[in-house]
T-cell receptor
Framework: DTEVTQTPKHLVMGMTNKKSLKCEQH?????MYWYKQKAKKPPELMFV???????INESVPSRFSPECPNSSLLNLHLHALQPEDSALYLC????????????FGPGTRLTVT | QQPVQSPQAVILREGEDAVINCSSS?????VHWYRQKHGEAPVFLMI?????EQKGHDKISASFNEKKQQSSLYLTASQLSYSGTYFCGTESSTDKLIFGTGTRLQVFP
């Protein structure tokens, strides 16, 4: 199984809402990532988890809160977002030490109104 | 700093060749290439390590010149399935993986 799944596929939320994005993989990968991608732009790294511990936070605003409850799951909790946070949020996973070979999920298309 | 890719966009007929370049201002450990089809997730194509090696993946190959901090992706005899946006990704002493600016490739029959 080389699939990374993400739910939901689409999400519309108001600026006062709290929501969560979910990501799951069963490839035994111990590195997981969150990326933000704006239209016609490359993915921008937000967070990296290695062995379920946060290893990289690319100066992401605190309204984004990641969580890695176990080696297969990765969540991104959203609170008080701004319209400019609307984007495609991609989750990826890889083997530790092979961070260049990441498997991406299909993404969650987020719209903040 | 984000690697710069050129050209920004390429339009090809089936069977034609293309070269996509990726240039970084930093000394690099490795360069990776991904392809993202419209509405889909990026897919890993290949990695090139220091040493100026060239790698191939079907009719897609790439080279890495570490001294010039550049990599090139070569697509030969392009197929319709090659359409998409190509991103290079670079690894340096300070950055695990930064994606380049992207090159949009469209192949027409």
């Amino acid at each position: 199984d080389t699939e990374v799944t993400q739910t939901p596929k689409h999400l519309v939320m108001g600026m006062t809402n709290k929501k969560s994005l979910k990501c799951e993989q069963h490839m035994g990968h111990r590195a997981m990532y969150w990326y933000k991608q704006k239209a016609k732009k490359p993915p921008e790294l937000m967070f990296v988890y290695s062995y379920e511990k946060l290893s990289i936070n690319e100066s992401v605003p605190s309204r984004f809160s990641p969580e890695c409850p176990n080696s297969s799951l990765l969540n991104l909790h959203l609170h008080a977002l701004q319209p400019e946070d609307s984007a495609l949020y991609l989750c990826a996973s890889s083997q530790v030490g092979r961070e260049y070979e990441q498997y991406f999920g299909p993404g969650t298309r987020l719209t903040v109104t | 700093q984000q690697p710069v890719q050129s050209p920004q966009a390429v339009i090809l007929r089936e069977g034609e060749d293309a070269v996509i370049n990726c240039s970084s201002s930093k000394a690099l450990y490795s360069v990776h290439w991904y392809r993202q089809k419209h509405g889909e997730a990026p897919v890993f194509l290949m990695i090139l390590l220091k040493g100026g090696e060239q790698k191939g993946h079907d009719k897609i190959s790439a080279s890495f010149n570490e001294k010039k901090q550049q990599s090139s992706l070569y697509l030969t005899a392009s197929q319709l399935s090659y359409s998409g946006t190509y991103f290079c990704g670079t690894e340096s002493s300070t950055d695990k993986l930064i994606f380049g600016t992207g090159t949009r490739l469209q192949v027409f029959p």
